[in-house]
């Protein structure tokens, strides 16, 4: 059974830092990422990283956001962020994909406060 958990959303003033993590497990994942999404906007990618390492970062989070891979674990995965912004409030979406499907968690609230 296939299974993405993320964990470590909160509430936080503008200028601080949260690390959120998603733990995927149950197959085989090439490629994982992050997407958010505010209230009555769409979902949109944050960031994604490929089995090889590749990092890519949306231009609104590029200089603040870090996201890694567990060296020990790679189905285990961070997003560092920092110098946060109320425009990052939203829910955060961990995406898992394997080499037949994409999986989801359920998401975690991040909330910037001015």
């Known amino acids: 059974q296939v299974q993405v958990v993320e964990s470590g959303g909160g509430l936080v003033q503008a200028g601080g830092s949260l690390r959120l993590s998603c733990a995927a497990s149950g197959t085989i994942f090439r490629n994982m990422g992050w997407y958010r999404q505010a209230p009555g906007k769409p979902r949109e990618l944050v960031a994604t990283?490929?089995?090889?390492?590749?990092?890519?970062y949306a231009d609104s989070v590029k200089g603040r956001f870090n996201m890694y891979r567990d060296d020990a674990d790679k189905n285990t995965m961070y997003l560092q962020m920092n110098n946060l912004k109320p425009e990052d409030t939203a829910v955060y979406y961990c995406k898992a994909v394997s080499y037949v499907d994409a999986y989801w968690g359920q998401g975690a609230q991040v909330t910037v406060s001015s």
């Open positions: 990283i490929t089995s090889g390492g590749r990092e890519n």
